[in-house]
């Protein structure tokens, strides 16, 4: 299957030569670009990419407003959408992750990297690592209040609970089946029903989750 890619970045030097790149590759196509988020969303609509490269800071409309209108579309019409910025640390990049954006890039990361992150995020995948999301959360959340715990989780059994808590550390499935005694196979089944009862798309929802609804706490030892 062809991979349809969408780039939109306020700089011409950059969306060709992304462009370059993944059109040199034989499962991915670029199908069209854009110059700011008002045409990003346009385009989205108008081509049906299955991946959408956002820059997060353009003139018109920012990179963040673009990617929650597009990831604001019914889900048979709606695009893998991944953030690209020149810090590790971002707020808008928080925010995207919250709305639905399969994860963020560096924009000087290597070709390669951008390559796998089109081909992960097309195949249904976040491309943030948990620990990865784990550190930007923390970051966003370290100056505010402890939340209290939300009633958000009060559908999950005290499993399913520990089994987010995990997620939120960092843990891959082999990884929190070696610390709780399980199968892997179990553990993929937690976190389908978490998913499912949340209603969160990867992992990296969930990291976000587990923060905002006070199951984990920033910078709480405990957790570490």
């Known amino acids: 299957m062809t991979i349809k890619v969408l780039i939109a970045d306020d700089q011409a030097m950059v969306r060709a030569g992304f462009a370059a790149l ?6 991915i196509d670029v199908v069209g670009d854009a110059p700011d988020g008002v045409a990003a969303v346009t385009e989205t609509t108008r081509l049906r990419p299955d991946v959408v490269l956002m820059d997060v800071r353009m003139p018109t409309m920012d990179g963040l407003e673009a990617a929650k209108r597009i990831l604001s579309a019914p889900p ?35 070709p390669g990297d951008l390559i796998a992150a089109v081909r992960v995020v097309a195949d249904g995948d976040a491309l943030l690592a948990p620990s990865v999301t784990r550190r930007l959360i923390e970051e966003c959340f370290k ?20 089994v987010l808590r995990l997620i939120a550390r960092g843990l891959s499935n ?22 499912a009862k949340l209603e969160l798309r990867d992992r990296a929802q969930a990291v976000i ?16």
């Open 143 to 162: 100056a505010r209040p402890a939340l209290r715990r939300s009633s958000r989780l009060d559908s999950l059994t005290p499993r399913e609970e520990e």
């Open 76 to 110: 048979e019409r709606r695009p893998r959408v991944l953030m690209l910025t020149t810090f590790d640390i971002d707020d808008y990049v928080y925010e995207a992750l919250r709305m639905g954006a399969s994860g963020f890039l560096l924009k000087d990361a290597p």
């Open 209 to 224: 989750c587990a923060y905002e609804t006070g199951l984990v706490t920033a910078g709480d030892p405990r957790e570490q």
């Open 22 to 27: 993944l059109n040199a590759q034989e499962d």
């Open 174 to 195: 082999p990884e929190i089946a070696a610390a709780l005694f399980v199968s892997e196979q179990t553990v993929k089944t937690h976190v389908g029903k978490i998913f």
